[in-house]
């Protein structure tokens, strides 16, 4: 069946940059998002790309596809104390299906 | 003017009981979702209707049924409630109607506590 895979912690230094990293076994996976969390809070969209592109940039996001390795990617530059939450990696192979989400990254941002 | 709203915020109760928890959205979407997230912040589908009808119900104990009223409204309502379903369960929408789906909107949640 499908799966979504991301490591579970992740921990930076404010300014640096940050790379979370996904990977996805349903080959037609089509579209593929990145939901934030925040504590307490419901999931927020911050970016998505469909299965022919490679690249996106949204500001200081950047998601890198790697469609043959099935590994999804997200980069926040200038990573700021408050990019401090937990980040989804989420598919779906067509409109209708539901979104398979990862089980999270937990991004810590210190000071 | 919340686009996805969801009552109650949090909710308590004792072993046994039956609770509903309600959510509306604004969108005009014609899709709506029920996800439960665990304690590990794992979030699972529950069930999504389409203008009302049933298109995905994951396996879900029968105690939980959801109702759509109408395509803006999506019900979960819980009989004899047990400990482990305490979690947050997350009501979402989209507009599958689009060729390219931009995604889920999601409500803030609702935390219920079994005791």
């Known amino acids: 069946g499908e799966d979504v895979e991301q490591s579970l912690f992740l921990s930076v230094r404010e300014g640096d940059s940050s790379v979370i990293n996904c990977t996805y076994t349903d080959s037609s996976s089509t579209y593929l998002y990145w939901y934030k969390q925040e504590p307490g809070a419901g999931l927020q969209l911050l970016t998505y790309?469909?299965?022919?592109?490679d690249m996106k940039q949204d500001q200081r996001l950047t998601v890198l596809l790697n469609k043959k390795d099935k590994h999804l990617s997200l980069r926040i530059a200038d990573t700021q104390t408050g990019d401090s939450a937990i980040y989804f990696c989420?598919?779906?192979?067509?409109?209708?299906?539901?979104?398979?989400f990862g089980k999270g990254t937990t991004l810590s941002v210190s000071s | 003017d919340t686009a996805v709203s969801q009552t109650p915020k949090y909710l308590v109760t004792q072993m046994g009981n039956d609770k509903s928890i309600k959510c509306e959205q604004n969108?005009?979407?014609?899709?709506m979702y029920w996800y439960k997230q665990d304690s590990k912040k794992f979030l699972k589908i529950m069930f999504s209707y389409n203008n009302k009808e049933l298109i995905i119900n994951e396996t879900v104990p029968n105690r939980f049924s959801p109702k759509s009223p109408d395509k803006a409204h999506l019900n979960l309502h819980i009989n004899s409630l047990e400990l482990g379903d305490s979690a947050v369960y997350f009501c979402?929408?989209?507009?599958?109607?689009?060729?390219?789906?931009?995604?889920?909107?999601f409500g803030s949640g609702t935390r219920l506590t079994v005791v």
């Open positions: 969108l005009g979407h014609d899709t």
């Open positions: 790309i469909f299965s022919n592109m």
């Open positions: 989420a598919e779906r192979s067509q409109a209708g299906t539901a979104l398979i």
């Open positions: 979402a929408s989209s507009q599958e109607g689009n060729v390219r789906p931009i995604g889920y909107t």
